[in-house]
């Protein structure tokens, strides 16, 4: 896993071959960012990482800038990898919550400028989390979220609704 751009950039961490997640590819990394680009100035921004697995999302927005990184990752060894990787760039500017996205997503009173939600790509509600973000006022009037899938899911008559990429197999869904 390697951070593309940044304070941090090529920074390499190496995933455990046990793990479940799955870090989103390079390519597909490195292109939602170029476009978020023009959406949203990640410097000094408040950023949630909703299912962070390998925490490769979190190290990229804290390298481009962003003034905390709230991750948010059920799996223990997922979390304990995450903080590692935190700890060996040497930054405090990351929220570690070791917990249920959807309880968080229910009892979390912060905004955020830009909030990045990766999660399992079988997960059963995965069209509701886009839904539930903007029900609990989790994005800033300004803010940007996206949401990376499967091929299988379609927000397009969502109504705070932007765009749809594709890279490869990885889809990424934005909202304002």
Do not use: W
Not at 37 to 51: H, K, T
Not at 141 to 162: S, T
Not at 168 to 175: C, H, L, P, Q, T
């Amino acid at each position: 896993m390697r951070i593309i751009t940044g304070i941090y950039k090529g920074r390499h961490f190496d995933i455990p071959r046990s793990f479940k997640a799955r870090p989103t590819t390079d390519f597909a990394k490195e292109n939602i960012f170029n476009v978020l680009n023009g959406y949203i100035d990640l410097d000094g921004a408040m950023a949630l990482d909703l299912f962070a697995g390998t925490g490769s999302i979190s190290l990229e927005m804290l390298s481009r800038g962003c003034s905390q990184v709230v991750s948010v990752e059920a799996d223990r060894d997922h979390a304990n990898f995450i903080r590692q990787c935190m700890t060996k760039l040497g930054t405090d500017a990351n929220v570690l919550i070791r917990g249920d996205v959807f309880r968080f997503i229910k009892s979390c009173s912060q905004q955020f400028d830009f909030i990045f939600a990766d999660p399992p790509y079988a997960l059963d509600n995965i069209d509701t989390i886009p839904d539930l973000i903007f029900e609990h006022n989790l994005l800033k009037p300004d803010g940007i979220l996206v949401v990376e899938h499967g091929k299988a899911n379609n927000f397009v008559c969502h109504p705070r609704y932007l765009e749809h990429r594709v890279y490869g197999s990885v889809n990424f869904s934005i909202f304002r």
